[in-house]
C-alpha cells in the first residue's frame, strides 16, 4: 500500500468513526440539562421539555421491575422495608407488589407505570403505607426494616421510609409533580426536602435511573442533577 493510499485509508477510518459516534449520540435517550439561569416554573417546563418518554404496560413495567431492574427474575429487596423476596420470574401477591411511590389513586392514568416511582415491596409494608403522606413518624402504630407508619407531631397519620431509601422516595415525587404537573402537600414537601439533602443519590440509584431509561426513554433529571432542587422553590 503506497502512502497515498494509506492516508485514504486511515482518512476513511476517521471520518466512520465520526459518523457511527454522531449516529450513536443522536439515537441515544437525552439526559436533562442543568438549564442555567432557570429556576422554579420555567426550570420544570424546560425539564418537561426536555423529557423523551415511553409509556409501558402495567404488565410489562412489573416485568421490567421483577426481572431487570429492582430484580434478577428470582430475588428483589422490597425496598420499605429492605427485606429479600424470592421468586419465579415474578413474585406472586402474598410475596411482593409494586408499591407507587407517588399513589395510584392520586395519579392522572399516563404516570400509572411510570418506572421512576414504581418500586417492589412486601405486601405488609404496601399495605401499611397505602396512600398516607410521606412525613415524620412520632408515635408509630406499625413498623418494619426501619419504615413506620403512625402519628406525626402535627396529629396528622402518615408513612414514615427507612433512612436508605428517602432521597430516593423525595427524588421520585419530585419527578412525578415535575412530569405531570402535580402538587405536593407543602408539609410533605418540607419531609421530602429533608430527606433529598439527607439521603443524596447513590450509585445504585443512578444505575437504577439508566435501567429505567434503557426501557421507557425517560430520565429522573433530579437524580441527574441532584441539585436542581434548590432551584425549584415549591413542587
Known amino acids: 500500500m503506497n502512502l497515498r493510499s494509506k492516508r485514504f485509508f486511515i482518512c476513511t477510518l476517521v471520518g466512520a468513526a465520526f459518523f457511527w ?66 421468586y419465579v420470574w415474578q413474585p406472586l401477591p402474598h410475596v411482593g407488589n409494586v408499591g407507587h411511590i407517588w399513589p395510584r389513586t392520586r395519579l392522572p392514568k399516563e404516570a400509572a407505570t411510570d418506572m421512576h416511582h414504581m418500586f417492589p415491596v412486601i405486601p405488609e409494608a404496601n399495605l401499611a403505607r397505602n396512600t398516607l403522606k410521606f412525613g415524620k413518624v412520632m408515635v408509630p402504630a406499625w413498623s418494619r426494616g426501619g419504615s413506620r407508619t403512625g402519628v406525626s407531631k402535627k396529629g396528622r397519620v ?29 408539609n410533605e414537601e418540607l419531609v421530602l ?39 425549584i422553590e415549591n413542587f
Open 21 to 86: 459516534t454522531g449516529l450513536a449520540h443522536m439515537n441515544a435517550p437525552p439526559i436533562s440539562g442543568s438549564h442555567p439561569g432557570l429556576k422554579d416554573d420555567a426550570l420544570k417546563k424546560a425539564l418537561r421539555k426536555d423529557r423523551t418518554h415511553e409509556a409501558l404496560s402495567y404488565r410489562q413495567a412489573r416485568t421490567a421491575i421483577f426481572s431487570k431492574i429492582d430484580g434478577n427474575g428470582k430475588k428483589a429487596t422490597g425496598r420499605f422495608t429492605g427485606e429479600a423476596m424470592s
Open 158 to 186: 402518615v408513612f414514615q421510609v427507612r433512612p436508605d431509601f428517602r432521597g430516593d422516595v423525595a427524588r421520585s415525587m419530585f419527578y412525578v409533580a415535575t412530569m405531570y404537573q402535580l402538587n405536593i402537600d407543602p
Open 193 to 231: 426536602r429533608d430527606w433529598h439533602k439527607s439521603d443524596p443519590v447513590s450509585t445504585v440509584e443512578k444505575k437504577r435511573n439508566k435501567l429505567v431509561r434503557q426501557h421507557q426513554k425517560s430520565t429522573n433529571p433530579f437524580v441527574d442533577n441532584p441539585k436542581l432542587v434548590e432551584r
